[in-house]
């Protein structure tokens, strides 16, 4: 039996990852793709990697036999459209903006929301109804300070430095994602005040309800269109072999996070529901590197991956996607 999947804000760059997903999903039937200014307009012309993959045309509303909603709209508006359309209860919501990701926010008029990062919260999203996709940066982040955090290791200040693809911007033209601008250049934004700082916070928390020290988080953005690098370091009492197995034992259920015992790169992960780690030790400072796709780890891989869950099936099915190293 299919599942019948509706997607909202059918236009953006998650929007579009999806439909590539889940049009080679063995047991997903793409119904509903909802964009208002693309009405009636094919989907390939909007997404135009799918030409020959699919006809489907964008639609004005939902058909309301859904039994899976994929929220692709901008940080703040899942929230308004929830208000403004009734979904029938049965519905479940997988929602990728940050507006049910934090504690306070998830329970949103009589729907409750469970945040579906898998490798910490496997067994909620999967009697869940409803889902707070992560962050994109708070995914790579995340999962390259959980195993410490299970760990009661996390005693002493975090620093973070990660670089995003101009995709993690959106579709939304702004002067930092031009060609122009970005091409052969890097620079930061909201350091040390990023909003995906709320969500690991309280998912470090979830482990470790003693947190020691702070995380420093500077994001840079990179003069390429996805991916996701994360250098993020603490002092810590471990081995490099002890850090590393730590690491490989918690993840040892987890089909899409690897522990790499080679240093790794971006190429490596680009188009995957992959996260790639490598631990190393410098004197005091345990150094873990992470990568992701930003769109899809980082986006619309996870939330397939939390549908699977959610639908009782192996949370690998439709995202056996393969890297282009060249």
Not at 27 to 32: C, D, S, T, V
Not at 116 to 127: H, S, T
Not at 222 to 247: C, H
Request: aromatic content about 8%; hydrophobic content about 40%.
């Amino acid at each position: 039996m299919k599942i019948k999947v509706g997607i909202v804000g059918g236009a953006g760059y998650t929007a579009g990852e999806l439909i590539r997903i889940l049009l080679h999903h063995e047991f997903a039937e793409l119904g509903a793709i909802v964009s208002s200014s693309n009405a009636g307009n094919p989907v390939h012309q909007v997404h135009d990697d799918l030409v020959g993959d699919t006809e489907l045309v964008f639609a004005s509303e939902l058909a309301g036999d859904e039994d899976v909603v994929f929220l692709c709209l901008g940080h703040g508006n899942s929230s308004a459209f929830l208000q403004k359309n009734a979904l029938p209860a049965t519905t479940h919501i997988i929602d990728l903006s940050n507006d049910f990701r934090l504690e306070a926010d998830r329970e949103f008029d009589e729907r409750e929301f469970v945040y579906g990062l898998p490798e910490l919260n496997k067994r909620r999203i999967q009697q869940a109804q409803h889902i707070a996709n992560p962050g994109c940066f708070a995914t790579a982040i995340q999962l390259a300070l959980l195993p410490l955090a299970q760990a009661n290791k996390l005693t002493e200040d975090v620093h973070v430095s990660a670089i995003t693809g101009s995709t993690g911007a959106g579709q939304s033209l702004s002067e930092t994602v031009h060609f122009s601008w970005r091409t052969n250049n890097v620079s930061i934004y909201k350091p040390f005040t990023h909003q995906h700082l709320g969500e690991i916070g309280e998912s470090l928390a979830q482990l470790q309800p003693q947190l020691d020290g702070d995380i420093h988080f500077v994001p840079y953005r990179g003069n390429f269109s996805r991916g996701i690098f994360a250098s993020v370091y603490t002092p810590s009492d471990l081995t490099q072999d002890e850090a590393r197995q730590l690491y490989k034992d918690f993840y040892a259920d987890a089909p899409f996070t690897t522990v790499s015992d080679k240093e790794i790169h971006l190429k490596q992960v680009v188009n995957t529901n992959k996260c790639l780690l490598h631990v190393q030790k410098f004197g005091k400072q345990l150094l873990i590197t992470s990568a992701i796709d930003n769109l899809v780890k980082g986006a619309s891989g996870q939330a397939v991956q939390n549908m699977n869950l959610i639908f009782g099936l192996p949370e690998t099915t439709g995202l056996h996607l393969k890297a282009g190293l060249l």
